[in-house]
């Protein structure tokens, strides 16, 4: 599977901007691609802004199913959504045809106001895609190991897990080594995709976006703090022969 990583330099508040530029930049996204992975709360940046929430049938979702459908992929990436009068931090894998799943993220950071206006996700969402079982995790997640742990039940629960963030810079060595973790314990490819740029109160994104292997070795990265895409094939019988090679999964705590 052709998995391209967007590291975008999300404006804040501009949905309306930045999505029109996504646009211009997508324009030239390879024709063979087949999953494209945006950041966290890609369209707004990250808030907890109400007057930044967007219902399900908003423009930002909306944009995501029609690139789908127009371009003929899966588009996985959080938005901020606002349903029923509760607020949720929602990561949607969109699939071709505009069919989609979502994950409400678990953990809400609890250095930002987060907690105070989202409501936390309760449950875990893998999906399936090409043949691949893909889990859904978002930003503070990858601090939880037994969140994002893998299962094995004679087969895996997982072969790719996918992290959207808008992670600082001043904790990227912090995101490098727990993506790197994530992917070796689990025996999973890891797709991390992070924002880039500077926010409105002034911090700093260095982006450091990365798919990964199941050894937890780098595929492909994108050049910190710039906004670009790159692109992996990844291949499902290399990770089937490691995990037949190595089977640790067998030996898993099952707590």
């Not at 045809?97 to 994950?103: A, L, M, P, R, S």
């Not at 609890?110 to 889990?135: D, F, H, R």
């Not at 994530?182 to 976006?209: F, H, K, M, P, Q």
Request: charged share 25%; hydrophobic share 35%; proline share 3%.
């Amino acid at each position: 599977m052709k998995i391209a990583i967007f590291q975008a330099n999300t404006i804040d508040h501009r949905f309306d901007e930045n999505l029109k530029r996504y646009d211009e930049i997508l324009s030239q996204l390879e024709t063979d691609t087949q999953l494209l992975v945006m950041p966290e709360m890609f369209s707004t940046g990250f808030t907890i802004d109400t007057n930044d929430a967007q219902t399900m049938s908003g423009s930002s979702l909306r944009w995501m199913k029609n690139k789908s459908i127009e371009r003929g992929i899966a588009i996985a990436g959080s938005l901020f959504i606002e349903e029923d009068g509760k607020y949720y931090n929602r990561h949607f894998f969109m699939f071709p045809n505009g069919d989609y799943e979502y994950y409400d993220k678990k953990h809400l950071f609890c250095l930002s106001k987060e907690p105070e206006l989202l409501t936390s996700g309760n449950s875990k969402k893998i999906v399936e895609y090409l043949g691949w079982k893909i889990a859904l995790f978002t930003c503070y997640d990858l601090r939880f190991p037994l969140w994002c742990k893998n299962s094995y039940d004679g087969d895996y629960g997982y072969d790719i897990s996918i992290f959207v963030a808008s992670w600082p810079e001043v904790r990227s060595y912090a995101w490098r080594s727990l993506l790197a973790a994530r992917a070796i314990e689990n025996i999973s490819y890891l797709v991390g995709v992070n924002r880039c740029g500077i926010d409105e109160t002034g911090v700093s994104y260095s982006g450091d976006s990365v798919i990964l292997n199941f050894k937890g070795e780098t595929l492909v990265k994108v050049e910190p703090k710039k906004e670009e895409i790159a692109y992996h094939i990844i291949d499902k019988q290399s990770l089937i022969d490691f995990r037949n090679i190595f089977p640790v999964g067998r030996d898993w705590d099952t707590i």
